[in-house]
Structure formats: C-alpha cells, structure tokens
C-alpha cells in the first residue's frame, strides 16, 4: 500500500455562510499541523455550494487555498459525489495515493484531524469511519447526555458519519463513489467500499464537533435525529441510522 502524499478535503455547503467561515477556519488549523508533521502531503479543499442562496461563496473566497464548485443538484449525495470528481480530476495518476476527507460545512474538525487520517490511510486503511459530538452548547442538558448514552465513543464504533469520513481514491472509485441521493450517502459509500475491502477503521480518536441543529436538510439525517431526542428527553429514540447500518451489512 502506498503512502498518501496528498488529500482531498470535500465539504458540501446549503447556505452556511453563518457556520462556514468557522468550518474553514478550523480546517486551515489541521491543514498547519499536517504540513507541520507532513511537510509533503498535499491538501487541496473543496466547498460544493449547492444550492447556496446565501453568501456562502464569500466565505469560500475568504480562505486562501480552498476551491468552489457550485451545484444545483440539491441533494448532499450528488455533492460530495461532485466536489471529489472535480478533486480526482486533478491528479487521477496516483489514486492509490490520494486520500479523500470529507467533513460538513456546520462541523469543526479538531487540529490533529488531517494528520490522523493520514496515519491511518498509510498504515494501509482503505476506510475511516470516524465520530462525531453535537455541540453541546446548541442542546439541553437532557438531550446531550443521553445522546452520549446512545453513541459512546469508541475503536469499533459502529457509526458512519459523512462529517467525519476518510476513503482512498482507489477504494471509492473502485466502490462507485458518493451516490446521488438526498440522505444516507456516507452509509451506502461505507456499505460499498465494505463490500471490496476489509481494511476499514472505525476510530473514536479524532471526533469531530457538529451542529446540534434540529432543522436539517433531510428528514432522516442527524438534525432530525437530534431533533427527535429534544422532543422527547428521557424516553430512549429509535437509532434510524444504526438500523440502516444493520439492515445494509454496514454495522461492525
């Protein structure tokens, strides 16, 4: 297996110039510590704005180093599936050496998060599942722990988070990429890449910070699961995305 020497971060935006700016910012930390640790990975950054009606471009154009792409696909799925092609483009020689990260536009990536994909993708990873926290300030007290309760973080987790995601090129290519789908596009890639490869990771190491909003894009997406614990604190809430794992061969 051949060691990375360069990453394609893909972040799908729908109107976050409120959340974008600070979603790049974090994301230009992580980018100092890899170059720190890594001086000769490259990282290239794409925002898919999709849809964006908002000042979501200004906020891309704002950052040093990060590209654009816009969309009018109005799915999640048909992003990310676009800003990677656009990414691939770019260097399709050494796919087996490329790395795609993929975080969301409402998320914060911690310092060490580029730098933790990349060690795992060269100790021969096609697959990193990573984790994910909603901002606790954005959630009552209830709701926050027993989301805690429900998704304890750790090695082996059974999770499939598209805001804290990692494939090598030749995995995701060879598994059909992103499908262009309005929800559930991370577990159907995760499915996928399972199905051709065993060398999948699920670590807890490096979570990432993600809106606790409850208004999401999708109906059965993390804001509605979110949503459905605040309306209902202390009463135990159907995991939907678990299930789908389950019922896709996607669980652990």
């Not at 794409?46 to 964006?52: E, K, N, P, Q």
């Given at each position: 297996m051949n060691p990375v020497d360069r990453v394609?971060?893909?972040?799908?935006?729908r109107n976050e110039e409120r959340r974008l700016d600070q979603c790049l910012r974090a994301l230009s930390a992580?980018?100092?510590?890899?170059?720190?640790?890594?001086?000769?990975?490259?990282?290239?950054?794409?925002?898919?704005?999709?849809?964006?009606?908002?000042?979501?471009?200004?906020?891309?154009?704002?950052?040093t180093g990060v590209r654009g792409v816009l969309s009018s696909a109005g799915m999640v799925g048909a992003a990310r599936r676009?800003?990677?092609?656009?990414?691939?483009?770019?260097?399709?020689i050494h796919p087996d050496r490329t790395w795609i990260a993929c975080t969301d536009a409402d998320s914060l990536v911690p310092s060490q998060w580029l730098l933790r994909h990349v060690e795992?993708?060269?100790?021969?990873?096609?697959?990193?599942?990573?984790?994910v926290i909603p901002d606790p300030s954005e959630l009552s007290d209830t709701a926050f722990d027993e989301w805690l309760e429900l998704n304890p973080q750790h090695d082996g987790h059974p999770y499939v988070h598209g805001a804290n995601l990692g494939v090598r090129a030749t995995a995701y290519l060879d598994a059909g990429g992103f499908p262009s789908v309005s929800e559930h596009e991370d577990v159907l890639l995760a499915t996928a890449v399972r199905a051709i490869s065993d060398r999948v990771v699920s670590s807890a190491g490096c979570p990432v910070l993600t809106?606790?909003?409850?208004?999401g894009r999708t109906p059965g997406g993390f804001a509605g699961y979110l949503a459905a614990l605040q309306h209902r604190p202390g009463v135990p809430v159907a995991l939907d995305r678990t299930d789908l794992l389950v019922a896709g061969g996607g669980q652990q």
């Open positions: 394609a971060v893909v972040i799908p935006a992580a980018r100092q510590e890899l170059a720190r640790a890594r001086p000769l990975v490259a990282v290239q950054v794409t925002v898919v704005l999709d849809r964006c009606t908002d000042r979501s471009a200004a906020a891309v154009l704002a950052h676009l800003g990677v092609r656009q990414a691939l483009a770019e260097n399709m795992i993708a060269d100790r021969g990873a096609d697959l990193l599942l990573g984790t809106s606790a909003r409850v208004h």
